[in-house]
């Protein structure tokens, strides 16, 4: 069973400011990786799949890369909306989908 | 324009049965590239696949709650059930429905707002 681990737990960011986040499978996953944006008592948003597409509607700030087992997701000028719990989950090998235990990004 | 709904209770005793329905629009349960599944979060936590079910009926479930969960569809209805027995404590948790995309990926696309499921004695 493949495991999602995320780093760093947490992230302050001002705004304005780039935020990288890193994603890691326990084994090769290839591309089959999405990220998920979660904002406080909301559901999770689909940003981006095949780990670098991104989502309809999603702005161009978001971009991710990566493959194999390293991934990277980069808001590259946080807005005041982008401040969120943001998980990675992989689709390779499911079920069943595994997802990673999420970085906070807030506002330093 | 896709949605999805979840409903059920929202407080439980130890031990029983939680039931939650998840009505969809916006597409069909018997479209053959998508499914439903649910995920669950717990308060502050992670998100936890459970499960889900496509047009066909092919269901797939998390092994480490795979004896407690059932899933199943009412096509006509656009209407997904899952019932959790022996509900405890740490089931407490926020319970989505979420339609699934197949074909070159799987991804959860849309999801509902979700439904927060407490166990209390």
């Known amino acids: 069973e493949i495991v999602m681990t995320q780093s760093p737990v947490a992230l302050s960011v001002s705004p304005g400011e780039r935020a990288t986040l890193s994603c890691r499978a326990s084994?090769?996953?290839?591309?089959?990786l999405a990220w998920y944006q979660q904002k406080p008592g909301q559901a999770p948003r689909l940003l981006i799949y095949d780990a670098s597409t991104r989502a309809t509607g999603i702005p161009a700030r978001f971009s991710g890369s990566g493959s194999g087992t390293e991934f990277t997701l980069t808001i590259s000028s946080l807005q005041s909306e982008d401040f969120a719990v943001y998980y990675c989950?992989?689709?390779?090998?499911?079920?069943?989908?595994?997802f990673g235990p999420g970085t906070k990004v807030d506002i330093k | 324009q896709v949605t999805l709904k979840e409903s059920g209770p929202v407080l439980l005793k130890p031990t029983e049965t939680l039931t939650l329905t998840c009505t969809v629009s916006g597409f069909s349960l018997s479209n053959v590239k998508m499914a439903v599944s649910w995920i669950r979060q717990p308060p502050g936590g992670a998100l936890e696949w459970l499960a889900h079910i496509f047009s066909n009926d092919k269901t797939s479930y998390n092994t480490s709650l795979k004896n407690r969960l059932t899933i199943s569809k009412d096509t006509f209805k656009s209407q997904v059930v899952l019932t959790v027995t022996n509900m405890d404590p740490v089931d407490t948790a926020t319970y989505y429905c979420a339609r699934l995309v197949t074909g070159f990926n799987a991804i959860f696309d849309s999801w509902g707002q979700g439904m927060v499921v407490t166990v209390s004695s």
């Open positions: 989950q992989q689709y390779d090998t499911w079920p069943p989908f595994a």
């Open positions: 084994q090769s996953i290839s591309r089959y």
